[in-house]
């Protein structure tokens, strides 16, 4: 998903749906990529993006929605407490 403003590109998301054995089988929906222009922030632009994701998600059949956040991020963990989404669970990493 692209957010828009004027023709410029001020917001990005990447949805992926994926299949899996746990849950039953069930869909889940991963949200990455989540980028909003620094002059387009607290505006609302990306609780837009996520509330798109979630929708959309829900609508294909997924039963969760996950995401992955940097650690250092705070900012980005309080925005995402407040939409809804528990820290659940500790990701891991490897560079190639």
Known sequence: MVAEDNGSVVGTLQLTLTPGLSR??????????VRVHATCRSRGLGARLIDWA????SRR??????????????????????????????????LL
Do not use: W
């Open 54 to 57: 979630t929708d959309e998600a």
């Open 24 to 33: 039953k089988g069930a869909l889940r929906g991963t949200i990455e990529a």
């Open 61 to 94: 059949g997924c039963v969760l929605m996950q995401l992955t956040t940097d650690a250092s991020r705070n900012a980005a963990h309080r925005f995402y407490d407040r939409l809804g989404f528990t820290p659940s669970h500790i990701g891991y990493k490897k």
